[in-house]
């Protein structure tokens, strides 16, 4: 069975500093990788995707890939409380679908 | 991205009535749309799998019968809730494929209460 595997949290981080969230996936086959953030009581927001091993970055968020480890992380500079939410990996399976980790709670401390 | 509505934002029905959730697309010609489920405090769950013009693909577990989905054009899928009860009551939520990639862009999604 495929699976995608998340700390549930909580993930509490100093603002202005570093938050590191991790995601594990089963499936060595796996090509596409998704961050959601997603507010409490609100539907995800995709923030970033990854296809290729390394590091991708989008202003303060870089989205890192391992394949050979079959791991992807999300690091988020420079903090701020408006971080805080739950932060689900999804990873691409077949027909388009996605398979859903089950999220890390993130909360950034003023 | 793609810019997805859904309506009604919030709905309290009685036990036994059916409800009507539309989902659209309103920047972006969408084939394939999924709808989810998402009880509080749980990460979503797929229900199934739409698809313009055909019939939708039901996940595991999820009656096709009490849940009918209709997707009749490039921007519109819609989710009916039949015979509802209070455990349908539950967070619902539409998402599209954008083109050929996995990305998927949610609808700020619905809060079925049911009485």
């Known amino acids: ?110 | 991205g793609a810019v997805v509505s859904q309506h009604p934002s919030r709905v309290i029905c009685k036990s036994g009535t059916s409800v009507k959730i539309e989902c659209r697309s309103l920047d972006f010609q969408a084939t394939t749309m999924f709808w989810y489920r998402q009880f509080p405090k749980k990460s979503l769950m797929l229900m199934a799998t739409s698809n313009e013009g055909s019939k939708a693909t039901y996940e595991q577990g999820v009656e096709k019968d009490k849940f009918l989905i209709n997707h009749a054009s490039l921007t519109l899928s819609t989710l009916t809730v039949t015979s509802a009860h209070p455990e349908d009551s539950s967070f619902y939520i539409c998402s599209l494929l954008l083109g050929d990639s996995y990305e998927q862009y949610f609808g700020p999604g619905t809060r079925l209460t049911v009485t």
């Open chain 1, 1 to 110: 069975q495929k699976e995608v595997e998340q700390n549930s949290g909580p993930l509490s981080v100093p603002e202005g500093a570093i938050a590191s969230l991790n995601c594990t996936y089963s499936d060595r086959g796996s090509q596409s990788f998704f961050w959601y953030r997603q507010y409490s009581g609100k539907s995800p927001e995709l923030i970033m995707f990854i296809y290729s091993n390394g590091d991708k970055e989008d202003g303060r968020f870089t989205a890192q890939l391992n394949k050979a480890s079959q791991y992807v992380s999300l690091l988020i500079r420079d903090s701020q409380p408006s971080d805080s939410a739950t932060y689900l990996c999804a990873v691409g399976y077949s027909n388009y679908q996605l398979i859903w980790g089950a999220g890390t709670k993130l909360i950034i401390k003023p």
